[in-house]
């Protein structure tokens, strides 16, 4: 399944990726797409005191081969539903590093 389009949104200085976590998962892996507006993303963190929201921002920052400090949570900090801003990357390269942990 392809990942959705309307979860990447081009913004000044980089990419907003829409997404819904599933903390305590048994690995942390691109899941495929929730919906039609949101990337699926499971993290073997829990959701206690922000572990999987770090959690969260590490990956995509290891994915995107990006530092951390190019990676930060926008909104839903106690919620599934999660808005990540990556900072230095368009929609289609952060498409392309999200759908080639897929494989």
């Keep these: 399944m ?3 389009n309307k979860a990447f949104k081009p913004v000044d200085g980089g990419t907003l990726l829409r997404c819904r976590v ?3 998962a048994s690995r ?3 899941a495929g797409g929730y919906g039609d507006e949101c990337v699926k993303i499971a993290l073997s963190s829990p959701p206690v005191d922000g572990k999987a929201n770090q959690e ?3 990956m995509l ?3 995107c081969n990006v530092a951390k400090g190019r990676v ?3 909104s839903g900090q106690a919620s599934r539903s999660k808005t990540v801003k990556v900072n ?3 929609p289609e390269e952060l ?3 999200l759908s080639e942990d897929r494989k």
Excluded: F
């Design 2 to 4: 392809e990942l959705p």
């Design 28 to 30: 942390s892996a691109v």
């Design 61 to 63: 920052a290891g994915l």
């Design 95 to 97: 498409r392309a590093y």
């Design 22 to 24: 599933q903390p305590g």
């Design 56 to 58: 969260l921002c590490r």
């Design 88 to 90: 230095g990357i368009s």
């Design 72 to 74: 930060e949570l926008v």
